[in-house]
């Protein structure tokens, strides 16, 4: 079992920057891939980035790409999404998500992560 826990959400100007931060704990983190999805209110969620188990490689949604930076430290079992360049319409509920493949981490796939986070809020005012 894997327990992940989110931090770092709150309230920002658009033009801003947040770090979301997802710690792990309950197996060896570093088989873990690693990925973030967001959901807006009255939208679905939907996959933002992803990172492999070294962190050598980096997937991004389309509408973050050049904005986010997703990074992982295994040695201290966490995973990062730094935020920078931040709009009203990135404002959603963020969640950490873990499994074994990378495939479900970018969203590439039906499947869903084997593991979420309870959720960190974010909001970009305008």
């Known amino acids: 079992q894997v327990q992940l826990v989110e931090s770092g959400g709150g309230l920002v100007q658009a033009g801003g920057s947040l770090r979301l931060s997802c710690a792990s704990s309950?197996?060896?983190?570093?088989?873990?891939?690693m990925g973030w999805f967001r959901q807006a209110p009255g939208k679905e969620r939907e996959f933002v980035a992803a990172?492999?188990?070294?962190?050598?490689?980096?997937y991004y949604a389309d509408s973050v790409k050049g904005r986010f930076t997703v990074s992982r430290d295994n040695a201290k079992n966490s995973v990062y999404l730094q935020m920078n360049s931040l709009k009203p319409e990135d404002t959603a509920v963020y969640y950490c998500?873990?499994?074994?493949?990378?495939?479900?981490?970018?969203?590439?796939?039906?499947?869903?992560?084997?593991?979420w986070g309870q959720g960190t809020q974010v909001t970009v005012s305008s």
């Open positions: 990172i492999s188990w070294s962190g050598g490689s980096t």
């Open positions: 309950g197996r060896t983190f570093s088989s873990l891939r």
């Open positions: 998500a873990a499994g074994l493949s990378l495939t479900v981490l970018r969203g590439s796939s039906p499947a869903q992560p084997d593991y």
